[in-house]
């Protein structure tokens, strides 16, 4: 069974630091492209940063020079860096795995229960 498990969220200052972790299970990590997506209450789902399976990484304008997204295939995880973080950034931060096109890996249809950031003073 294919699972995504977001981890790393909570409540920090303006200013402040999280580093969030998902962790893949069921699958063959390095055939996929990973990403980090977050959706604010009562907005839709955005894409905030993805990377390939060879590192190659695209960051959204409004985290550029302020997120960081990292792979570690050995561990079956991706990572989210976030530094600088401001009050917009508050929302839930899900992950997701699209299959390489070389790769043949079947997609994923569900999504992770997400993990909560929430920037306030």
């Known amino acids: 069974q294919v699972q995504l498990v977001e981890s790393g969220g909570g409540l920090v200052q303006p200013g402040g630091s999280l580093r969030l972790s998902c962790t893949a299970s069921?699958?063959?990590?390095?055939?996929?492209?990973m990403a980090w997506y977050r959706q604010a209450q009562g907005k839709q789902r955005d894409l905030v940063a993805s990377?390939?399976?060879?590192?190659?990484?695209n960051n959204a304008d409004s985290v550029k020079g302020r997120f960081t997204i990292s792979r570690d295939n050995a561990k079956n995880t991706v990572y989210l860096q976030m530094n600088s973080l401001e009050p917009e950034d508050t929302a839930v931060y899900y992950c997701?795995?699209?299959?390489?096109?070389?790769?043949?890996?079947?997609?994923?249809?569900?999504w992770g229960q997400g993990t909560q950031v929430t920037v306030s003073s």
């Open positions: 069921g699958v063959i990590f390095m055939f996929y492209r």
């Open positions: 997701n795995a699209v299959p390489e096109s070389w790769s043949g890996a079947l997609p994923i249809e569900s």
């Open positions: 990377i390939t399976s060879g590192g190659r990484t």
